[in-house]
């Protein structure tokens, strides 16, 4: 996971900081910060103390970014940093969406030790179900019929005049 800071005209404090697995990050200006086990609002305000007391006017945004993976029938796989708001179409977004052999209809979500299969059936629960730091997103690719549906039915339209052609002889 990692921590956006933003501080208005001000390039050179402002970024993005990776938590560390100890739960701490390193920020410019106030050091070591333990952000482990706490409530996203504690971690904010001992954010905005830590740097009133450096800053005269610290105007401070701090956005909280979750890790997770997009992998499959995507255009860009890879682990991607997102806000808390982002939901699986929004993930799926950030690794510019699907291929044209991708569906977002069949999405696999791995949690921790579980799965979570997400499937056209459940139409905007998809699109607004949240993502987790950690998730791992699969987006699968649609079925050979889908895929190759045109050239079936291509075929199955020239069959259908080759017997029609032969029938009226």
């Known amino acids: 996971d990692a921590v956006r800071l933003v501080i208005p005209y001000d390039t050179v404090i402002s970024g993005t900081f990776a938590v560390d697995p100890q739960g701490a990050v390193t920020l410019p200006i106030v050091g070591l910060v333990d952000v482990s086990g706490q409530p996203w609002r504690d971690v904010h305000l001992k954010l905005l103390a830590a740097f009133r007391r450096e800053l005269r006017e610290p105007g401070l ?9 997009v992998l499959g029938a995507v255009n860009k796989p890879g682990s991607y940093l997102v806000e808390p708001t982002v939901t699986l179409s929004g993930a799926i977004a950030a690794a510019a ?10 999405v696999r979500v791995t949690r921790g030790t579980t799965t979570l299969q997400a499937n056209a059936s459940h139409g905007a629960e998809i699109a607004d179900m949240p993502v987790e730091s950690g998730d791992q997103i699969f987006v699968l690719q649609r079925s050979w019929f889908a895929r190759n549906s045109t050239f079936l039915i291509s075929a199955m339209l020239s069959l259908t005049a080759i017997v029609v052609s032969l029938v009226r002889r």
């Open 97 to 106: 969406g699907a291929v044209p052999d991708g569906t977002v209809k069949r």
């Open 61 to 69: 945004t701090v956005v909280p970014l979750r890790r997770v993976i």
